[in-house]
């Protein structure tokens, strides 16, 4: 009989995409990336615009002449709910031979919102990281040090990466199951009702790449 888990199972994983890019030397161990581009022939194992997790032991890839990765450094998303849709469009192929058919226009499209509550430092009461990156994407951020220091981080509306492991808590051998997409964040609501936790609600849409289905061995 198959295992069923609820929602709670799922945790998803973001990195604001201002990471580094490595296109010379080696990959590190245990890393997960996003081909930018892939040299052909090369040790790369998935196409541009997917995903892939570097090997946890032993030799890396090497990377070729035309490899560019994005080395994902990712932050837990606390959500509160979260929702995905993967669609594909159709094309109208009706004539008298075979009235009202359709085929797919081959462009999948990946889409969702998910919801959080602000988190903040407990002990500075700065927004935790993946808060303060959702909020940038929106608005600029002035950081006042209260001593005449001042960092201006400008509004960075990049593509981020989301990253979601729908079945955590595995036992080392079972298989980690994860959905990988570039993703735009489209829009965030904040809800701050006085009886209410503070929370953001936000939507996306893909960004330049493709969701990817991600199966892996429990680290043991």
């Not at 080696?26 to 081909?35: G, R, S």
């Not at 998935?46 to 997790?53: E, I, S």
């Not at 500075?124 to 201006?152: I, P, R």
Request: a negative charge; one cysteine or more.
């Amino acid at each position: 009989m198959a295992t069923k888990f609820t929602g709670q199972k799922a945790q998803i994983f973001i990195d604001g995409g201002n990471g580094s890019i490595l296109s010379s030397g080696a990959t590190e161990a245990n890393a997960k990336y996003f081909v930018m581009d892939r040299a052909e022939g090369g040790a790369v194992p998935v196409l541009a615009g997917m995903f892939f997790q570097s090997p946890r032991t032993g030799p890396q890839l090497e990377l070729a002449a035309g490899d560019r990765l994005y080395r994902i450094d990712e932050e837990r998303f606390c959500k509160t709910s979260a929702s995905f849709e993967l669609s594909q469009g159709s094309v109208d192929v009706g004539d008298d031979c075979t009235p009202g058919a359709s085929i797919l226009d081959g462009v999948t499209q990946f889409s969702g919102s998910m919801a959080g509550l602000f988190r903040y430092d407990p002990e500075t009461q700065e927004f935790d990281n993946v808060t303060q990156d959702m909020l940038n994407k929106f608005a600029a951020v002035v950081h006042d040090s209260g001593d005449g220091t001042y960092a201006l981080h400008e509004r960075d509306d990049a593509q981020v990466y989301i990253l979601t492991l729908l079945n955590s808590g595995g036992n080392a051998g079972q298989y980690e199951n994860w959905l990988f997409a570039p993703i735009v964040i489209t829009s965030m609501s904040v809800s701050l009702g006085n009886a209410d936790p503070q929370s953001k609600d936000l939507s996306f849409s893909l960004g330049e790449g493709a969701p990817v289905i991600y199966r892996v061995p429990v680290a043991a």
